[in-house]
């Protein structure tokens, strides 16, 4: 059985044909979360607030605070200001998703390798072998 998960405005799960709507508040928030991380929301100029920003010698953190969501912590690579990993603070525990091998493909760079690990012990990998860009009208 293969269960998805998203946000559209509502939080909602499906498995086997069937959907169902997401109420409670926090896997609402945590379904915001998600799709503020899949749009990736931090290059946006609003919808969030800083919660603080961690600098270091090689990376700096930042924690956004999306509008009615869970926090957002986004590790940026100094040398060449990609991101590198991404925690949300769901109400399962902590959820991190790492970017690896990152390539130029026209004129964005896109990360080939992305691995999630969540609280559950669950690890999901996504290695794409190629990736075409096509412009938008």
């Known amino acids: 059985m293969r269960a998805v998960t998203g946000y559209d405005g509502v939080a909602w799960n499906a498995a086997n044909g069937i959907v169902n709507s997401v109420d409670l508040p926090p896997l609402v928030q945590d379904a915001r979360s998600q799709a503020f991380v899949d749009r990736a929301g931090w290059r946006s100029e609003t919808g969030f607030t800083i919660s603080k920003a961690e600098p270091s010698n090689h990376a700096e953190v930042v ?75």
């Open 63 to 137: 924690h956004y605070v999306p509008v009615g969501d869970s926090e957002v912590e986004v590790t940026f690579d100094l040398t060449d200001h990609l991101v590198r990993q991404v925690m949300v603070q769901s109400e399962d525990g902590p959820l991190t998703i790492t970017y690896s091998d990152w390539r130029r493909v026209g004129k964005v760079s896109f990360p080939f390798r992305r691995v999630e690990t969540s609280n559950l012990t669950l690890t999901t990998e996504r290695a794409f072998r190629r990736f075409l860009a096509v412009p938008y009208p």
